[in-house]
């Protein structure tokens, strides 16, 4: 099984970027696809984004287009969200997570393995 481990969160003022790395190890190459989630107190786990492996195909979800942008790098086994123009409603925990098949990007039920997440909150 591979193991997923997020960094880069931090506290940031509104209109700051941030960038946000997910190492992958173990069995890595399982993993068909990788996206971003996030959790906001209070809320539901909400679809960031995701890529898949092969072709670099990426999914964005609609509150973040144009803002946030990720990138692979196979040959390290890292993942990476690049976050632009932050709003306080940014603020949540960050998660990295793994699909092992071709299934949908935005679908969080088939992630199979997810990293233990990182603050990211930002000030107005």
């Known amino acids: 099984q591979e193991q997923l481990v997020e960094s880069g969160g931090g506290l940031v003022q509104a209109g700051g970027s941030l960038r946000l790395s997910c190492a992958a190890s173990?069995?890595?190459?399982?993993?068909?696809?990788l996206g971003w989630f996030r959790q906001a107190p209070g809320k539901e786990r909400e679809f960031v984004g995701g890529?898949?492996?092969?072709?670099?195909?990426?999914y964005y979800s609609e509150s973040v287009k144009g803002r946030f942008t990720i990138s692979l790098d196979n040959t390290k086994n890292m993942v990476y969200l690049r976050m632009d123009s932050l709003k306080p409603e940014d603020t949540a925990v960050y998660y990295c997570?793994?699909?092992?098949?071709?299934?949908?990007?935005?679908?969080?039920?088939?992630?199979?393995?997810r990293g233990q997440g990182t603050q990211v909150t930002v000030s107005s």
């Open positions: 997570a793994a699909q092992r098949r071709p299934v949908s990007l935005s679908d969080l039920t088939a992630y199979d393995t």
């Open positions: 173990g069995r890595t190459f399982t993993i068909y696809a």
């Open positions: 890529i898949r492996r092969k072709d670099s195909s990426i």
